[in-house]
């Protein structure tokens, strides 16, 4: 699968942004599409998954503010960032995982995208 990340920028704290990532070769419908972050310095860590009946999973430190949603027929994978703060700051990449067990786990997902940069300040 390849995927593809777009939608990052620099932006000021209490604001929102769009992510989408575009999934070539394999279904989006059917399987477990994630979201991570990576800030430098630290470990990726787990924001949002979607699984194939559309339910989804946040993170503690996001819930309430960040929405994963996708969009079968576009292949088509969103993370809605709303009220950002500093510390969301960090490299935000896309995963897929095959079949329809969606866990928050990293190491569970095989096929990654290159990330996108989100800068709050």
């Known amino acids: 699968v390849q995927l593809v990340e777009s939608g990052g920028a620099s932006l000021q704290a209490g604001g929102s942004l769009r992510l989408s990532c575009e999934a070539s070769?394999?279904?989006?419908?059917?399987?477990?599409l994630g979201w991570f972050r990576q800030a430098p310095g630290r470990e990726r860590e787990g924001v949002a998954a979607?699984?194939?009946?559309?339910?989804?999973s946040y993170a503690d430190s996001v819930k309430g503010r960040f929405t994963i949603s996708k969009d079968s027929a576009m292949h088509t994978v969103y993370l809605q960032l709303n009220s950002l703060k500093p510390e969301d700051t960090a490299m935000y990449f896309c995963?897929?995982?095959?079949?329809?067990?969606?866990?928050?786990?990293?190491?569970?997902?095989?096929?990654w995208g290159q990330g996108t940069q989100v800068t709050v300040s």
């Open positions: 995963a897929w995982r095959f079949g329809t067990y969606c866990p928050l786990s990293e190491s569970l997902f095989t096929d």
């Open positions: 070769g394999r279904s989006v419908n059917d399987n477990c």
């Open positions: 979607i699984d194939s009946d559309g339910i989804a």
